[in-house]
């Protein structure tokens, strides 16, 4: 059974600094990646779909890069701001006998940024 | 971004009533999902839906739960006993293909008392 574990659990840095949020997930056999953003008591915001076969994928400040093989996914933000402040989830769609795009997820990062 | 609305935001309901949750999709999203979040806990897989039949359900979709479409557009969660332990945010998810970015709604907090 595929398990998401992302570190850290909690973050809490100064406003402008670029921080690195870590995920790994047990099966490399995976179709794809997804990274979430949660805010308290709120839905879930898709930020970056990875692609299996992809290495980098880019969106304003984030960047997410996957390492299939060691099964390892990481999201990096640039000049991190206030507004950055939510829960960071990362999510994996298996390809081994899962079927249509059931999605796997961690516990989260949360992370705060203050001024 | 594409948007999925979920209705009621909030429910409140006594321990062995009936609950439906309804998701209005994205247009031409034809896969369907629900999960849910226990407070403090993982999001968690419930079920799977395309070409109007469950395509996977995860072990927590028991007997009590049920899925449809009922008019070919909105997307329904029905618990027909709801128990304390169901107390959760239930998200619903739609994406275009079986394996594309999947939106996901606000949710819906249900609080069984």
């Known amino acids: 059974k595929q398990e998401v574990t992302q570190i850290p659990a909690a973050l809490s840095v100064p406003e402008g600094e670029n921080l690195v949020l870590n995920c790994s997930f047990t099966?490399?056999?995976?179709?794809?990646l997804q990274w979430f953003r949660q805010d308290p008591g709120k839905g879930l915001t898709s930020l970056l779909l990875?692609?299996?076969?992809?290495r980098e994928q880019t969106s304003g400040r984030l960047n997410a890069s996957l390492d299939k093989s060691s099964g390892r996914s990481t999201l990096y933000i640039a000049a991190s701001q206030p507004g950055d402040s939510a829960t960071y989830l990362c999510?994996?769609?298996?390809?081994?006998?899962?079927?249509?795009?059931?999605?796997?997820f961690g516990r989260g990062t949360q992370l705060t940024v203050w001024p | 971004e594409p948007e999925v609305t979920q209705t009621p935001s909030h429910q409140v309901t006594q321990m062995g009533q009936e609950v439906i949750l309804r998701c209005v999709p994205i247009s031409n999203h034809l896969y369907f999902y629900w999960y849910r979040q226990i407070l403090g806990q993982k999001v968690e897989f419930l079920v799977s839906f395309y070409n109007n039949e469950i395509s996977e359900k995860s072990e927590i979709f028991d007997d009590q739960f049920s899925v449809e479409r009922p008019d070919g557009s909105n997307f329904t969660l029905k618990i027909r006993s709801t128990k304390l332990e169901d107390s959760a945010m239930y998200f619903c998810a739609n994406a275009r293909g079986a394996y594309t970015e999947a939106f996901f709604g606000q949710g819906t907090r249900l609080t069984v008392v």
């Open positions: 099966d490399s056999a995976i179709y794809n």
């Open positions: 990875i692609q299996s076969s992809q």
């Open positions: 999510a994996v769609i298996g390809n081994r006998g899962s079927t249509l795009g059931r999605l796997y």
